[in-house]
């Protein structure tokens, strides 16, 4: 589990971002912490979708260096 | 090896949204006022069925009904939400831009990146019908952004136009997508090529009757076709209107 990559969930109700890298400190979940130990009646802070409305995505970040000579 | 499915007007997910109860705050209007939606996706918990096509996320044909009946504002953050209107006229106030009006022809596409927030809203009494298309952008957390065009039904009659894609003339967008219309009214017969074969393309009958990649599709209809050169798509007699949106797959 440790060795696995860190990832990146995104809201279907609105495009909120929960990346395990970055945690959501703000909200008490600190840096590192992976998807599964949030717990299953937790909601999107936007817009109270379900933990399990949430999809998986492996999609750069616009200021990625890789990403940087994506067209728009 | 060609693959497609087929999606009946019928079989799409279905839901009413009221501005009372649960949905107080989220949906604008008086208590009459009402949103129909049909879905073709899995619209996070609206209905079962496909999650999605490619980077298609969200497909909804909604209809507002009643004075000031629409979307309060809230927030979104990297989905890339289109629009197009059909029939009557969206307000839509957002903190991209500033109040828009979009009427029959009029679409837009507002690329939410870093965050962002919208309210839509029919201020007319009669029904407003928009075409609603979310997909995943191939960046996260973008600067927002936000573009509006009209599609010229009448100067492109019988012509397949490219409103949203990496093609001069249309709206730009931050993924590996397309978005084209086909207004026709005479029996036609039109070839559709997506950029490989690693493109899907979902096709919606807005109104008339098509036949399209061996399918015959009806009003509301709705396929998708992947891993093809290319997809032929006829058109029936009398008038049609058919939306295509081609993503990597």
Redesign the interface.
Known sequence: MADEALK?F????????YDEQLGLPEHGIRPGTRWAEIPEDWVCP??G??K??F?M?E??????PL?AG??? | MAHSFVLRDAERGHQTLVSTGPNASYVAGHPDGVITRHSSFNFHEYQSGRPGFGKIRVFGDEVFSGVGCGYNMHPHHNFLIMAFVLEGRLTHINTMGKIDELEPGDYYLASFGSGGKHCELNLEAKDLNVIYVWALPDRLMLPPRYSRAHFDAAAARNRLVTLIGATPGAVPIPQDFRVSRLVGDRAQRHTYRPASRAHGVYIFVVAGEIGCAGMELGRRDSAGVWDVDEIICETGPGPSDVLFVETIM
């Open positions: 990146r995104m809201c279907l109700g609105c495009g909120f971002l936007d817009c979708t379900p399990s409305g999809e995505v999609i750069p970040y616009a200021t990625d990403a994506s067209a728009e």
